[in-house]
T-cell receptor
Framework: DSGVTQTPKHLITATGQRVTLRCSPRSGDLSVYWYQQSLDQGLQFLIQYYNGEERAKGNILERFSAQQFPDLHSELNLSSLELGDSALYFC????????????FGPGTRLTVL | QQQVKQSPQSLIVQKGGISIINCAYENTAFDYFPWYQQFPGKGPALLIAIRPDVSEKKEGRFTISFNKSAKQFSLHIMDSQPGDSATYFCAGGTSYGKLTFGQGTILTVHP
């Protein structure tokens, strides 16, 4: 158990809908990262937050957005969902943005029908 | 643009054998090279990592070899065990923590 929690574990929704994925980092970790894992694209970095501020952006679509709250939990919002958004979404956390070890949560499996 | 190329895609070894997975990177800004292990239904977990100022790092049965001039690094698993069967990802990282992953290698260790 990495100490990173993600909810929900599974999410099934329809095209065009909007969903919110939630992540609680390990106690003491200030940095949160979101990754998307799919069969064709592998593990892709989406976005990083550090202590409430956006620090780095990767291959995140404009339909996706994220934020980190004062209690350090983070949410990833996915809107206007398409079939191709079906994937595993992982959250990871680390102590700070300069600390290398990222601890991954168990993931949220999103299925868009 | 894929910045970390990983091979092979899949690997089958016998128990007790050596498993070798290779990665090559393009981004010279990478200064941290971790390997992650992922079991089905679980998130990736850090296995071992290396900085570019050393050429080799060993932790138990796991060794990373790093060749900065060739921009390549590899994972060696000695005395491979069935419990090592998993998907392995190499990655390149920068100081802000963003990781760029390879495509993964599915390792199967036969008893």
């Amino acid at each position: 158990d990495s100490g990173v929690t993600q909810t929900p574990k599974h999410l099934i929704t329809a095209t065009g809908q909007r969903v919110t994925l939630r992540c609680s980092p390990r106690s003491g970790d200030l940095s949160v990262y979101w990754y998307q894992q799919s069969l064709d694209q592998g593990l892709q970095f989406l976005i990083q937050y550090y202590n409430g501020e956006e620090r780095a952006k990767g291959n995140i679509l404009e339909r996706f957005s994220a934020q980190q709250f004062p209690d350090l939990h983070s949410e990833l919002n996915l809107s206007s969902l398409e079939l191709g958004d079906s994937a595993l979404y992982f959250c990871a956390s680390s102590v700070d943005s300069y600390t290398d070890t990222q601890y991954f949560g168990p993931g949220t499996r999103l299925t868009v029908l | 643009q894929q910045q970390v190329k990983q091979s092979p895609q899949s690997l089958i070894v016998q128990k007790g054998g050596i498993s070798i997975i290779n990665c090559a990177y393009e981004n010279t800004a990478f200064d941290y090279f971790p390997w992650y292990q992922q079991f089905p239904g679980k998130g990736p977990a850090l296995l071992i990592a290396i900085r570019p100022d050393v050429s080799e790092k060993k932790e138990g049965r796991f060794t990373i070899s790093f060749n900065k001039s060739a921009k390549q690094f590899s994972l060696h698993i000695m005395d491979s065990q069935p419990g090592d069967s998993a998907t392995y990802f190499c990655a390149g990282g920068t100081s802000y923590g963003k990781l760029t992953f390879g495509q993964g290698t599915i390792l199967t260790v036969h008893p």
